[in-house]
């Protein structure tokens, strides 16, 4: 049943059949707050008749030079604040005095300034060929792209639209060259971030980190909070000269997030809303349980001449399969107890079973906006249900928000803007889903099946702990307030003043319970299991409380003047303020043995509790500064200046100076290139450069580095007085010497704007130096009896490029575009405390980051004699008694052994690097176009170049566990088998002979290193917008309904047993993790 939900709680209720009377009382109610629209609508009504007489109705349409009409065009009376724009179909109609002027302007149209007429009229708008039709949010403002002399990427509310996405991340996934996403080790887990960064990875700093500043509308954030149909453009600022205006932490580029803001005008009723459902993009496989037991038995025998199932085992699972036994399972007389895994017989696909097809979930949203030309709102609200893909105890995510924005000119020197935002995450998922489970399922057999043969579920399936073990219940609740002031003394000169509050409050509650298999007769036996968080008895109950709570406040005071002089030149310069201040509190109980499970609370519990909080505060403030010149848009220089203070160092090492530069020269505005740029309709060609300086403050997880801390805790070896006492011992050593990370970046790039702007692009190529990263200090004697604190004692140096090229054009009714976006970035150690350079540690000075080391393989003897005479020339010491089938590994050095050396660089014997897992050519494909009511738009993402190696259960099958930690999935068939073989010759197989342990064949080795590169149609959708002569029958401005896919092809050279982008765990091996989803969405747009 769907649920209902009140959006507008003591207002309105959301019900879809009443989406329309909603839209109306919120739009009454919106028109209403707005006072200033209130005295304008008075002074309307009560104008005198004579003046009224004098008015006269001016309407026409707006073309562009091939005909199509244009929409969203302003119409705005000259030197008067009366003002519309043009409807879908390039239609306005405005009151205007006789003999009025219009100014007729639109983005990447050159302005039209018409006498008002009363009959009909055509205006046609020209393309603008000396611009680039885009604005770009920076630091602090906005620029024309054309301006721009740093690098800065930018994405519009066209890219994000109809996307069936939980969150902004997914939706720019490889929008923006330089702006890396890709899943991190929780996978495709409802609560599951992207890791992010800008240019790869920045630092490798002790408790450093790389990713980006995140701003949404000024106020730091997360993507995941943001409702993507709230969004109006995302700006990414990636050198050091675009984003140092911010300071301390956008050491590694900023993403700047607006959103939506009211226009002047009637109210504007929208609603969005999609039913999706998800399915997995890839899951394993697994062997029948026939060939599941024969593979087993294969490697048991391989490894000392073993089983592991039986003939008489063997012939039950053939006579399940076959239909001749009903039964699922043997069980024991004496215990009345069922017998799995070599006792049972079943023919179970456990991925199959634990994870669900098509799962269906939706989205909505509503956002009301309009205005007059003084006051501008807007309010909009959402609601997410995103169903998991778990069967068996399901986990959900939903996302509530609520936002508000009025900007009100109080005076013609004083605007007043105050924004609020609401956003609630519930996210409900059985206790149990934790990495162990992930770990488990790959290690379940097929011959145990998920209900017993009365019905009930099975203790080896684990699936009783997801339905009745508990459940984990974690609410987010973030309160954002802004409010800023905007002053302007005189014309040019702006004062803003700043105060944003964003309150973060984070409930967990985790529950344990007890959990029942059933006998043979059906009764209830109680289980002891593992929750991932430790192991409970039979009848073990536990349950834990978390709260969080954040504060954060930010103050920005700054100033900009800007001049226009007459003979070209321009000037703007802007100083300012900035103050930020965090301060959190957490507090956690738990405690065991309940007295009901059916009340799952600390007051009901009668066990040991147990007690932990804190809190804390941190702070960071800056002084900053710009100047731009600009000459006739030609010539282009813009200095930034930030000196910043951070409370997580002390003393001098406290505040620094980061210094910027950057300057541009459009080409295509000189006068000798004037022939050339007329011929190719060359509105930019641009050269750009920028060097700076940022620092990096978050070169410690902890807040407080320069303090020692004492361990302290409670002996539980003996009592004083009958209580245990408590104990501190010895802190450790901490460095005074602790301070910033200095990032310093080149950057040159060009910027192309050619025949009338329908082709476009950038290049860019940075170098990035990351000095005085935290690391190991060299050792001390060890007289001294502690460990040597880390000190900044580390360099890297980062470098790439960035291409986005871009076609858009239109043949009469028909308009299409094509995208191109492709960077790549790698990261070199300059400087690292490893003087000999020991392949222990994990970094040396020369290293590239990512580096694979391993064996080079030769190939997979075919025979005894061939092993023999291999071994001969090279001995392979880790492991013993080679055969036909076993892996060959290169001698490389000549040495008569196949080894290590002494596991130094330069002295590494025959492993040698043989790979890198640094993503390489991040590229994304776009294409798009529309068709009178029709509309098309494919996005392809994907990377170049990427190596990686696996291990573990997912790829090798059987492994160094042995068959309670080895798993069997089809790809493991493939398998070395000598002619003859009872299981059938496989002598051109892609794995060696199957065999217990990991020392001989699953060794380190070019063989098996995985190309993990990979193109995926990231999304595809099809559109249709109704007619305009329907809509307004119905009272609608415009209704578009669309089919949209996310994932649903991808192509990769990958053993199919993993996906691509989820190569990461949840438990100690690749592929133990929730898997991604693809997704197809049914949705609607209305604007009313």
């Given at each position: 049943?769907?649920?209902?939900?009140?959006?507008?709680?003591?207002?309105?209720?959301?019900?879809?059949?009443?989406?329309?009377?909603?839209?109306?009382?919120?739009?009454?109610?919106?028109?209403?707050?707005?006072?200033?629209?209130?005295?304008?609508?008075?002074?309307?009504?009560?104008?005198?008749?004579?003046?009224?007489?004098?008015?006269?109705?001016?309407?026409?349409?707006?073309?562009?030079?091939?005909?199509?009409?244009?929409?969203?065009?302003?119409?705005?009376?000259?030197?008067?604040?009366?003002?519309?724009?043009?409807?879908?179909?390039?239609?306005?109609?405005?009151?205007?005095?006789?003999?009025?002027?219009?100014?007729?302007?639109?983005?990447?149209?050159?302005?039209?300034?018409?006498?008002?007429?009363?009959?009909?009229?055509?205006?046609?708008?020209?393309?603008?060929?000396?611009?680039?039709?885009?604005?770009?949010?920076?630091?602090?403002?906005?620029?024309?792209?054309?301006?721009?002399?740093?690098?800065?990427?930018?994405?519009?509310?066209?890219?994000?639209?109809?996307?069936?996405?939980?969150?902004?991340?997914?939706?720019?996934?490889?929008?923006?060259?330089?702006?890396?996403?890709?899943?991190?080790?929780?996978?495709?887990?409802?609560?599951?971030?992207?890791?992010?960064?800008?240019?790869?990875?920045?630092?490798?700093?002790?408790?450093?980190?790389?990713?980006?500043?995140?701003?949404?509308?000024?106020?730091?954030?997360?993507?995941?909070?943001?409702?993507?149909?709230?969004?109006?453009?995302?700006?990414?600022?990636?050198?050091?000269?675009?984003?140092?205006?911010?300071?301390?932490?956008?050491?590694?580029?900023?993403?700047?997030?607006?959103?939506?803001?009211?226009?002047?005008?009637?109210?504007?009723?929208?609603?969005?809303?999609?039913?999706?459902?998800?399915?997995?993009?890839?899951?394993?496989?697994?062997?029948?349980?026939?060939?599941?037991?024969?593979?087993?038995?294969?490697?048991?025998?391989?490894?000392?001449?073993?089983?592991?199932?039986?003939?008489?085992?063997?012939?039950?699972?053939?006579?399940?399969?076959?239909?001749?036994?009903?039964?699922?399972?043997?069980?024991?007389?004496?215990?009345?107890?069922?017998?799995?895994?070599?006792?049972?017989?079943?023919?179970?696909?456990?991925?199959?079973?634990?994870?669900?097809?098509?799962?269906?979930?939706?989205?909505?949203?509503?956002?009301?906006?309009?205005?007059?030309?003084?006051?501008?709102?807007?309010?909009?609200?959402?609601?997410?249900?995103?169903?998991?893909?778990?069967?068996?105890?399901?986990?959900?995510?939903?996302?509530?928000?609520?936002?508000?924005?009025?900007?009100?000119?109080?005076?013609?020197?004083?605007?007043?803007?105050?924004?609020?935002?609401?956003?609630?995450?519930?996210?409900?998922?059985?206790?149990?889903?934790?990495?162990?489970?992930?770990?488990?399922?790959?290690?379940?057999?097929?011959?145990?099946?998920?209900?017993?043969?009365?019905?009930?579920?099975?203790?080896?399936?684990?699936?009783?702990?997801?339905?009745?073990?508990?459940?984990?219940?974690?609410?987010?609740?973030?309160?954002?307030?802004?409010?800023?002031?905007?002053?302007?003394?005189?014309?040019?000169?702006?004062?803003?003043?700043?105060?944003?509050?964003?309150?973060?409050?984070?409930?967990?509650?985790?529950?344990?319970?007890?959990?029942?298999?059933?006998?043979?007769?059906?009764?209830?036996?109680?289980?002891?299991?593992?929750?991932?968080?430790?192991?409970?008895?039979?009848?073990?109950?536990?349950?834990?409380?978390?709260?969080?709570?954040?504060?954060?406040?930010?103050?920005?005071?700054?100033?900009?003047?800007?001049?226009?002089?007459?003979?070209?030149?321009?000037?703007?310069?802007?100083?300012?303020?900035?103050?930020?201040?965090?301060?959190?509190?957490?507090?956690?109980?738990?405690?065991?043995?309940?007295?009901?499970?059916?009340?799952?609370?600390?007051?009901?519990?009668?066990?040991?509790?147990?007690?932990?909080?804190?809190?804390?505060?941190?702070?960071?403030?800056?002084?900053?500064?710009?100047?731009?010149?600009?000459?006739?848009?030609?010539?282009?220089?813009?200095?930034?200046?930030?000196?910043?203070?951070?409370?997580?160092?002390?003393?001098?090492?406290?505040?620094?100076?980061?210094?910027?530069?950057?300057?541009?020269?459009?080409?295509?505005?000189?006068?000798?290139?004037?022939?050339?740029?007329?011929?190719?309709?060359?509105?930019?060609?641009?050269?750009?450069?920028?060097?700076?300086?940022?620092?990096?403050?978050?070169?410690?997880?902890?807040?407080?580095?320069?303090y020692q801390t004492l361990p302290q805790g409670q002996n539980y070896g003996w009592l004083v007085n009958g209580v245990r006492q408590n104990y501190a011992s010895n802190p450790g050593i901490v460095s005074s010497e602790k301070t910033w990370e200095t990032i310093e970046t080149w950057d040159a790039g060009l910027d192309w704007g050619l025949f009338n702007n329908r082709l476009t692009g950038s290049f860019d190529y940075f170098v990035r130096y990351t000095y005085d990263m935290?690391?190991?200090?060299?050792?001390?004697?060890?007289?001294?009896?502690?460990?040597?604190?880390?000190?900044?004692?580390?360099?890297?140096?980062?470098?790439?490029?960035?291409?986005?090229?871009?076609?858009?054009?239109?043949?009469?009714?028909?308009?299409?575009?094509?995208?191109?976006?492709?960077?790549?970035?790698?990261?070199?150690?300059?400087?690292?405390?490893?003087?000999?350079?020991?392949?222990?540690?994990?970094?040396?000075?020369?290293?590239?980051?990512?580096?694979?080391?391993?064996?080079?393989?030769?190939?997979?003897?075919?025979?005894?004699?061939?092993?023999?005479?291999?071994?001969?020339?090279?001995?392979?010491?880790?492991?013993?008694?080679?055969?036909?089938?076993?892996?060959?590994?290169?001698?490389?050095?000549?040495?008569?052994?196949?080894?290590?050396?002494?596991?130094?660089?330069?002295?590494?014997?025959?492993?040698?690097?043989?790979?890198?897992?640094?993503?390489?050519?991040?590229?994304?494909?776009?294409?798009?176009?529309?068709?009178?009511?029709?509309?098309?738009?494919?996005?392809?993402?994907?990377?170049?170049?990427?190596?990686?190696?696996?291990?573990?259960?997912?790829?090798?099958?059987?492994?160094?566990?042995g068959e309670w930690a080895s798993a069997g999935f089809k790809e493991h068939w493939d398998f070395w088998r000598p002619e003859g073989d009872p299981l059938g010759a496989n002598t051109n197989s892609y794995f060696a002979r199957v065999i217990r342990g990991t020392s001989k064949n699953q060794q380190r080795q070019t063989r098996y290193l995985q190309d993990a590169s990979y193109w995926r149609l990231k999304n595809i959708q099809i559109g249709y917008t109704l007619p305009k002569?329907?809509?307004?029958?119905?009272?609608?401005?415009?209704?578009?309904?669309?089919?949209?896919?996310?994932?649903?092809?991808?192509?990769?050279?990958?053993?199919?047993?993993?996906?691509?982008?989820?190569?990461?765990?949840?438990?100690?091996?690749?592929?133990?993790?929730?898997?991604?989803?693809?997704?197809?969405?049914?949705?609607?747009?209305?604007?009313?």
């Amino acid at each position: 049943m769907t649920k209902k939900i009140n959006l507008f709680p003591s207002l309105i209720r959301f019900r879809e059949t009443n989406r329309l009377k909603m839209a109306i009382a919120a739009s009454i109610m919106l028109w209403c707050m707005a006072p200033q629209q209130a005295v304008a609508d008075t002074y309307e009504k009560h104008e005198v008749a004579s003046i009224q007489q004098q008015k006269v109705k001016a309407n026409g349409t707006v073309v562009d030079q091939t005909g199509e009409p244009l929409i969203g065009v302003s119409v705005k009376v000259k030197d008067a604040p009366n003002g519309t724009i043009t409807n879908l179909d390039g239609k306005f109609s405005i009151d205007v005095a006789k003999g009025a002027t219009l100014e007729i302007s639109y983005v990447g149209y050159k302005t039209v300034i018409v006498k008002a007429e009363s009959t009909p009229m055509h205006i046609v708008l020209k393309e603008d060929s000396e611009m680039i039709d885009e604005v770009v949010v920076v630091g602090y403002g906005s620029q024309k792209k054309v301006n721009v002399t740093g690098a800065v990427g930018m994405v519009n509310s066209e890219v994000l639209e109809a996307r069936p996405v939980q969150n902004v991340s997914q939706a720019l996934q490889g929008v923006v060259p330089g702006l890396n996403l890709s899943v991190n080790n929780g996978g495709g887990s409802l609560d599951s971030e992207m890791s992010i960064n800008i240019r790869g990875t920045g630092t490798i700093g002790d408790g450093s980190g790389s990713s980006p500043l995140v701003l949404i509308d000024g106020i730091e954030g997360s993507l995941n909070t943001v409702n993507p149909n709230d969004i109006e453009s995302v700006s990414v600022l990636k050198d050091a000269a675009s984003a140092s205006i911010y300071g301390a932490r956008a050491a590694f580029g900023v993403v700047l997030v607006k959103t939506k803001s009211g226009q002047s005008g009637k109210p504007r009723v929208t609603y969005s809303g999609n039913v999706r459902f998800s399915d997995a993009t890839n899951i394993p496989e697994m062997l029948d349980s026939y060939t599941f037991a024969q593979y087993f038995n294969r490697a048991a025998a391989n490894d000392n001449g073993g089983t592991v199932f039986s003939k008489e085992q063997l012939e039950r699972i053939k006579a399940y399969q076959d239909g001749t036994l009903k039964s699922s399972a043997t069980f024991n007389e004496q215990s009345r107890r069922w017998n799995y895994y070599t006792g049972s017989n079943a023919n179970t696909d456990w991925f199959k079973e634990v994870y669900e097809d098509w799962v269906p979930s939706m989205d909505h949203n509503l956002s009301i906006s309009g205005g007059t030309d003084k006051t501008q709102y807007i309010v909009s609200g959402s609601f997410l249900d995103q169903k998991g893909l778990i069967r068996h105890g399901k986990d959900t995510f939903q996302r509530y928000t609520l936002n508000g924005r009025i900007t009100s000119n109080i005076t013609d020197w004083f605007t007043l803007g105050y924004s609020t935002k609401w956003t609630r995450e519930d996210y409900d998922r059985p206790s149990y889903l934790t990495g162990l489970f992930f770990h488990n399922v790959a290690r379940r057999w097929p011959t145990v099946p998920v209900y017993d043969d009365n019905g009930y579920l099975t203790e080896p399936s684990e699936l009783i702990q997801l339905e009745d073990g508990g459940r984990q219940i974690n609410q987010k609740d973030l309160f954002t307030q802004q409010l800023q002031l905007t002053f302007e003394p005189i014309k040019n000169w702006k004062i803003y003043v700043e105060g944003s509050l964003r309150v973060t409050a984070n409930n967990q509650h985790w529950e344990v319970l007890p959990v029942y298999q059933h006998d043979v007769d059906g009764n209830p036996v109680g289980m002891t299991w593992d929750a991932g968080v430790g192991s409970y008895p039979v009848g073990g109950s536990k349950v834990s409380e978390y709260a969080y709570k954040e504060n954060y406040y930010s103050t920005n005071i700054y100033s900009d003047y800007f001049k226009q002089l007459d003979n070209g030149h321009y000037f703007k310069a802007m100083v300012g303020f900035n103050a930020e201040l965090y301060k959190d509190r957490s507090v956690s109980a738990d405690k065991s043995t309940l007295i009901t499970p059916s009340v799952p609370t600390i007051n009901t519990a009668v066990g040991e509790p147990s007690v932990a909080g804190g809190y804390r505060h941190t702070s960071v403030a800056g002084f900053f500064a710009r100047l731009n010149w600009n000459y006739k848009d030609r010539y282009m220089l813009e200095a930034n200046g930030r000196y910043d203070g951070s409370s997580r160092f002390i003393g001098d090492k406290r505040w620094g100076f980061f210094p910027s530069f950057s300057g541009g020269w459009n080409i295509a505005r000189e006068a000798f290139f004037e022939e050339t740029a007329n011929k190719l309709k060359i509105g930019t060609l641009k050269l750009r450069a920028s060097w700076g300086q940022l620092g990096n403050t978050n070169t410690n997880e902890s807040w407080y580095p320069f303090y020692q801390t004492l361990p302290q805790g409670q002996n539980y070896g003996w009592l004083v007085n009958g209580v245990r006492q408590n104990y501190a011992s010895n802190p450790g050593i901490v460095s005074s010497e602790k301070t910033w990370e200095t990032i310093e970046t080149w950057d040159a790039g060009l910027d192309w704007g050619l025949f009338n702007n329908r082709l476009t692009g950038s290049f860019d190529y940075f170098v990035r130096y990351t000095y005085d990263m935290i690391a190991t200090a060299p050792e001390l004697p060890s007289i001294l009896g502690t460990g040597v604190p880390k000190i900044n004692n580390a360099d890297m140096k980062s470098y790439g490029f960035e291409l986005e090229i871009g076609w858009r054009d239109r043949i009469k009714n028909f308009s299409y575009g094509v995208k191109f976006v492709l960077s790549d970035a790698q990261q070199k150690i300059l400087k690292y405390n490893n003087p000999d350079k020991s392949l222990s540690n994990p970094y040396y000075e020369g290293q590239k980051l990512g580096e694979i080391w391993g064996y080079k393989t030769i190939g997979i003897a075919q025979s005894d004699e061939e092993m023999n005479q291999h071994l001969a020339n090279a001995k392979q010491p880790m492991g013993q008694k080679w055969a036909a089938g076993d892996i060959m590994y290169a001698d490389l050095d000549n040495s008569g052994s196949v080894d290590q050396g002494n596991y130094k660089v330069g002295d590494s014997g025959d492993w040698q690097i043989i790979g890198n897992n640094t993503p390489r050519f991040n590229y994304g494909i776009t294409i798009d176009a529309a068709w009178k009511g029709l509309d098309f738009r494919a996005f392809v993402q994907g990377i170049g170049k990427r190596d990686y190696w696996l291990n573990g259960p997912y790829f090798w099958g059987f492994s160094g566990g042995g068959e309670w930690a080895s798993a069997g999935f089809k790809e493991h068939w493939d398998f070395w088998r000598p002619e003859g073989d009872p299981l059938g010759a496989n002598t051109n197989s892609y794995f060696a002979r199957v065999i217990r342990g990991t020392s001989k064949n699953q060794q380190r080795q070019t063989r098996y290193l995985q190309d993990a590169s990979y193109w995926r149609l990231k999304n595809i959708q099809i559109g249709y917008t109704l007619p305009k002569v329907w809509t307004k029958k119905a009272g609608m401005e415009s209704v578009r309904v669309y089919v949209s896919g996310d994932n649903l092809l991808t192509v990769s050279d990958i053993t199919g047993v993993f996906d691509p982008e989820n190569l990461g765990t949840q438990w100690t091996d690749p592929g133990k993790v929730y898997p991604l989803q693809k997704v197809i969405a049914i949705g609607l747009t209305v604007n009313f």
